[in-house]
């Protein structure tokens, strides 16, 4: 089969590669869409120890049964493969699993992913496409369970309901984009700023979202005022803007995995009684009612995912890489 490898820092070679074998109680998708995430990112910059080259990347996947039950079926992937055991699998906190695996990663154990032609992947993490739901776009599902499940962990901790409360993402990236779509349009958040040092993605970002957006710099961010700030970027200065903009008894909710450490404000997030929350993909819950919601067409139109060729995935990468690209979300088609 064709795929797109990743065989070493910021390098990528389309080339063929042996198709994955269906084992018992797998099946093997043919897949028609993958979605890029920053986690792909992370590792292009090789700074991903779970994701070694050569290695396929991806894990946002629609696509159709080729090999398995459902031969035929079109169908959407919940990529993260869990034991299904644990005390955490049994009681609906399956993303914590600690033998967790997602598709696209070969630490600690291998799973290649869906930048290629065919995948494999355990029956119980498939999912029927929803009828109202293009292929193409489907792969949307995966960040924005990441997006759903953030939300609503924030959601259960503030004081007042979201509809009372004014919201911060920092980062317009996908996650940005989603949480806000979530916290606008599912949770009818009462005032939402959106910040991000990329005019062009926040541009972007601005046409589907309802928000105030503006540079991380603005003088109009004000401290101590938002209820619930979202940290998409993970960075030592988005934290320190994160703890700065929150206010006395609010909530940050931590998404990014840029920068893993620095100095942090935890005089006020003591004082102030500052609720920090980190948090990870998805429990399966979310990822249906995230299905449901996307189906229902809940979060607008999604013209602003742009679409390129598998064959062309390193150039997207790259000009995800230098900031070039305005959509906070790239898929590719093969
Ligand atoms: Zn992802
Ligand atoms: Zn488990």
Redesign the pocket.
Known sequence: MRALVYTGTQELVYREEKNPQATNGESIVKVSASGI?G?DMHAYHGKDNRRIPPLILG??ISGTIDKGKFVGKKVILNPLITCGQCDYCINGKEHLCDKRIILGMNRPIERQGGFAEYVSIPDQNIYELPRTLEINEAPIA??AA?ALHAVELGEKELSKPLKDSQGLIIGAGAIGLLSGLILSKVKHCKEIVIVDPNKKRLGECSKYLNANAMSPDSKNIINNHFDIVFDTVGMEVTRKQAIQAVKPGGVIIHIGLTQPSGSFDFRKATLQEITFIGTYCYTNKDFEKTLKILSDKKLGELNWIEYRELKDGSSAFKQIHNGSCAAPKIILLI
Do not use: D
Request: glycine share 0%; proline share 14%.
């Open positions: 995430c986690s894990h946002e995966e960040p990441v």
